[in-house]
């Protein structure tokens, strides 16, 4: 069963640190996997989407890596801000466009 | 460019009842997908429809329905509602339908409350 897979589910850290999230995924045969930033309310926004030849792409604080060859992906966000705190969310595409989303890891950045 | 529109933004309704929701994708985008969101399941693909057919179906039952018109807006209809149905239900839009490295974009979502 194609399944992704987050951690941790939830996270706090302090304005100006760095964190890194995880998503390990089943999904076979792989197309793409992306990130997704959700704020309370609000529909998910694209951070990141990267193909099985991609190993790193960034965008801005975020960067995203993928190791396609043990099925797992980091986010890392680096010098986090108070607009950071929101869910994120991974998101794997397999065959026939199939979409198969994590859970999630609701990040809370403080002061 | 316009984003994704849906509408209404909230909605309460009594078990029972039925609910349509409408979504507007961004112009030029021919493919429209439905999701639910639920604190405990996440996000769960309802449907996708490209060009007025549906592409894709998610493991929901048939009290979940959906189409697409000419003009690429689509509707969602929930029959016979559940408390179990509230949620927030997002529609996402892209220019293509082979999920290939295409963007989805996502809709504010309708809150909907089933009392």
């Known amino acids: 069963k194609n399944q992704v897979e987050q951690s941790p589910q939830s996270l706090i850290i302090l304005e100006g640190k760095n964190c890194t999230l995880q998503?390990?995924?089943?999904?076979?045969?792989?197309?793409?996997l992306r990130w997704y930033k959700q704020d309370t309310g609000r529909g998910p926004v694209s951070l990141t989407i990267?193909?099985?030849?991609?190993n790193t792409k960034s965008n801005g604080r975020y960067t995203a890596t993928l190791d396609a060859d043990t099925k797992q992906s980091s986010l890392h966000i680096t010098a986090s801000q108070l607009s950071d705190s929101a869910s994120y969310i991974c998101?794997?595409?397999?065959?026939?466009?199939?979409?198969?989303f994590g859970t999630g890891t609701r990040l809370q950045v403080t002061l | 460019k316009a984003g994704v529109t849906q509408t209404p933004r909230y909605l309460i309704k009594t078990r029972g009842q039925q609910v349509t929701l409408s979504c507007s994708p961004i112009?030029?985008?021919?493919?429209v997908s439905w999701y639910q969101q639920t604190p405990g399941q996440g996000l769960q693909f309802l449907f996708e429809?490209?060009?007025?057919?549906?592409?894709n179906k998610g493991n929901f039952p048939g009290r979940f329905s959906g189409r697409q018109f000419s003009n690429s807006r689509s509707e969602m209809n929930v029959s016979t509602l559940e408390l179990g149905d509230s949620a927030l239900y997002l529609c996402?839009?892209?220019?293509?339908?082979?999920?290939?490295?295409?963007?989805?974009?996502f809709g504010p979502g309708t809150r909907l409350t089933v009392t």
């Open positions: 996402a839009s892209s220019l293509d339908d082979s999920g290939s490295s295409y963007e989805q974009y």
């Open positions: 998503c390990n995924y089943t999904v076979s045969p792989f197309s793409n």
């Open positions: 990267m193909t099985f030849s991609e």
């Open positions: 998101v794997v595409t397999g065959t026939a466009s199939k979409l198969t």
């Open positions: 112009s030029g985008h021919r493919s």
């Open positions: 429809y490209f060009s007025e057919t549906q592409r």
